[in-house]
C-alpha cells in the first residue's frame, strides 16, 4: 500500500502544489483526478463523493479543477495555443474566436506570445 491515512483538506480558490519524490504523489493524484479508484477510502471533490458520482456528476467536478503533468502534456500535432484552447473548446460552448483570445491572453500572462 503506497498511501495509508491521508487526510487533507484544499481552501477554495487556492493553488496547491504537491510536490515530493518516491512517496505516492502519483498514486494520490491519479486518485483525485479519476484516473485510478482508491481500494478503500472516498475521493471528495467540492464535497462531492467522486467515485460514487455519476459520470456526468464527475465531469462537471473535473471541469473545475486543473492538472499540470511534470512530463510534457502537449500535443505535438498542434500549437501551443490550440493546446492552451482544447480545454476552452472541449468543456465550453464559447465560439472559436473567443478560446482563441483567452488562450492568447492566458499565453501572455507567462510570457509566451501567438
Avoid at 26 to 36: D, V
Avoid at 42 to 63: I, N, P, T
Wanted: charged share 20%; glycine share 8%.
Amino acid at each position: 500500500m503506497v498511501l495509508r491515512d491521508v487526510n487533507f483538506s484544499i481552501p477554495p480558490a487556492t493553488i496547491t502544489v504537491i510536490l515530493a519524490f518516491g512517496c505516492g504523489k502519483t498514486t494520490l493524484l491519479r486518485s483525485l483526478i479519476g484516473l485510478a479508484e482508491p481500494i478503500s477510502g472516498q475521493v471528495f471533490l467540492y464535497g462531492q463523493d467522486f467515485f460514487a458520482a455519476s459520470e456526468k456528476k464527475r465531469e462537471k467536478l473535473l471541469s473545475r479543477i486543473g492538472v499540470a503533468f511534470q512530463n510534457g502534456a502537449l500535443f505535438g500535432s498542434i500549437s501551443v495555443l490550440e493546446n492552451v484552447m482544447l480545454p476552452l473548446e472541449e468543456l465550453t460552448s464559447l465560439p472559436r474566436e473567443t478560446c482563441e483570445m483567452i488562450a492568447a491572453m492566458k499565453l501572455q500572462l507567462v510570457g509566451l506570445r501567438v
